[in-house]
């Protein structure tokens, strides 16, 4: 378990030619179906894409790594395979609590497991998606996941005494990202 949590980083450049198939997408999803729900209320639907017509209605819509100043995301060639949009069924509940949270993290280890990678997104220009990939109003856009094969390497920091936790990108294209110490976040 510890092995797959370190390697389930937020990877934001893939090997954009390396295909994801559909079924991938679903089995996925289905480890998003078994996870925790509060009131076990199951208030998700999920918007598959893995073909690139569909994927680039979805690119223009999502905002990438703020931190990282002037980088406008991932160049045609480095974009995502494939994406997971997470949307609440409003008919089925009007809050969603933490549970997109769990079920993005469920797909996340799992498409860890099968070798993949990707980043859960909630900056989206939500608005803009609705319109381009026609989603009813019913549905409230919670998360996209972007999906693909990574390209970059991450690697974990400690937070310094600066305290500063924003990641960063090192001359060879290396992404650090810092953690606070497990003796600084349990208090009691
Ligand atoms: C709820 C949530 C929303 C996020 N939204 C974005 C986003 O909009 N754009 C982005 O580039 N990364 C996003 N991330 C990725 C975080 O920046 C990333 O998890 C953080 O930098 C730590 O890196 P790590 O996932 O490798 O531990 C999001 C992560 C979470 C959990």
């Not at 933490?98 to 993290?105: K, L, N, P, S, W």
């Not at 094969?149 to 600066?162: A, F, L, Q």
Request: with cysteine.
């Amino acid at each position: 378990m510890r092995d797959l949590v370190l390697k389930n980083r937020s990877y934001r450049r893939f090997y954009q030619e390396v295909d994801i198939k559909l079924e991938t997408l679903k089995e996925l999803v289905d480890l998003a179906r078994l996870s925790a729900s509060a009131r076990n209320a199951q208030p998700f639907k999920y918007i598959l894409s893995c073909e690139p017509r569909r994927n680039s209605l979805i690119f223009p819509h999502l905002a990438w790594a703020r931190y990282i100043r002037g980088w406008p995301g991932p160049c045609e060639r480095e974009r995502p395979s494939a994406y997971i949009i997470i949307l609440g069924d409003t008919e089925i509940s009007r809050s969603f609590d933490c549970d997109h949270g769990i079920a993005a993290q469920s797909i996340m280890l799992g498409a860890t497991e099968q070798g993949l990678g990707g980043c859960i997104i909630a900056s989206i220009e939500k608005e803009g998606l609705r319109k381009s990939l026609e989603i009813p109003p019913r549905y409230e856009i919670l998360l996209v996941l972007a999906l693909g094969k990574p390209k970059e390497t991450v690697v974990i920091e400690k937070v310094g005494d600066s305290g500063d936790i924003k990641y960063w990108r090192d001359s060879e294209g290396v992404h650090h990202v810092p953690k606070r110490p497990l003796d600084g976040i349990i208090i009691g």
